[in-house]
């Protein structure tokens, strides 16, 4: 039976992500026929299956709702596993890849940049302010938390806290004083969205995603040991130190490049591996890569919504995920809370 239920579980998780490709593709303000979307894309490899197309739609499928398509998929695969790999690692289902700093550092960089009139001198000088924003938050805040020669997780979990109210607080004090223009440019990265999605940026997130998740996913038997405890984790052998570093590295290396992209869009990597570890189990060699499923099709599912239920308007990526995210972590807490109160 439980071989059943994963088979199960896979099965559904795959029509799920397959079916949401389609309505990505098929469904928005303008709608375009399945068998012609099918006919563009194989024309663009090159091989004619003699469906005929307008040139607004390939417009609207090729340069709008592909890439976009990619794009949401790649930032909740991203947002999914570190959401899992972080919460294997500090062994704390409440763990979110924002926890460690990543998506305030994004976003402070991203908020300065702009007032700073930095990102008017390119295309790329947003997104980029973002990922290194992100990435040396992340560190900073891994490199206080380390003590004696020894990382304490329980403590970068709690400076990442404190860093992000801190940030969220510097955020607010350059909102004070933006022009009306900068003031729109900033709420609306801070809020998430996938509209400016183009095949240029997917081509410059797509590798940094793909290889943190790739590096997550062979963490999985690290993760399972450091699920023991650091103790029992070093003396069957781990090198508890470096998998750390490594797994924190990672981790912040695929939100942070989600977050370049797409915003802030948050609660992904809270929910996504809740909605599969009942399922496919503890372990994280499955839990991983179907964490990553689950993400994908978070976001392919809020993005959808967010273009379709006030077409032609579109609402906030993360205000859907976050309307979404906070009743989870609100039963997470009290399921937390039941289990203490029952143990006692």
């Given at each position: 039976m439980p071989g059943l239920l994963g088979?199960?579980?896979w099965a559904t998780l795959s029509v799920a992500l397959l079916a949401l490709v389609a309505a990505n593709l098929v469904l928005g303000?303008?709608?375009?026929?399945?068998l012609r979307i099918v006919g563009l894309?194989?024309?663009?490899?090159?091989?004619?299956?003699g469906i005929e197309y307008t040139r607004r739609e390939e417009a609207v499928v090729w340069v709008i709702r592909l890439p976009r398509m990619v794009m949401a998929a790649l930032v909740g695969a991203g947002l999914g596993v570190s959401g899992a790999a972080l919460q294997g690692l500090f062994r704390n289902p409440l763990a979110d890849p924002g926890l460690i700093g990543v998506s305030s550092g994004a976003a402070f960089a991203v908020a300065l940049s702009i007032v700073l009139g930095i990102t008017a001198w390119g295309a790329f000088v947003q997104p980029l302010a973002a990922f290194i924003g992100g990435l040396t938050l992340t560190f900073l805040i891994y490199a206080f938390a380390r003590r004696g020669g020894r990382q304490q997780m329980a403590t970068m979990l709690l400076v990442g806290i404190a860093v992000n109210a801190l940030l969220g607080a510097a955020i607010s004090f350059i909102l004070s004083f933006s022009d009306d223009a900068e003031l729109r440019d900033i709420v609306f990265w801070t809020l998430g969205s996938l509209a400016g999605s183009i095949w240029s940026y997917v081509l410059a997130a797509a590798p940094l995603i793909l290889l943190a998740v790739a590096v997550l996913i062979r963490q999985a038997g690290a993760l399972n040991l450091l699920s023991l405890g650091d103790a029992e984790a070093r003396h069957l052998g781990l090198r508890v130190q470096r998998s750390q570093l490594l797994i924190v590295a990672a981790a912040a290396m695929a939100t942070g490049a989600g977050v370049a992209v797409a915003g802030v869009v948050?609660?992904?990597g809270l929910i996504a591996p809740h909605m599969v570890r009942l399922v496919?189990?503890?372990d994280h060699r499955r839990l991983m890569p179907a964490s990553a499923i689950a993400g994908a099709i978070l976001v392919l599912g809020a993005d959808l919504a967010a273009r379709t239920i006030v077409a032609p308007a579109e609402l906030p990526l993360g205000v859907l995920t976050a309307l979404i995210g906070t009743p989870v972590f609100l039963f997470l807490i009290d399921r937390a809370r039941r289990s203490l109160a029952s143990g006692f």
């Open positions: 088979v199960l579980a303000a303008f709608d375009v026929d399945v894309i194989f024309d663009k490899a090159g091989i004619d299956l948050g609660f992904v496919v189990g503890p």
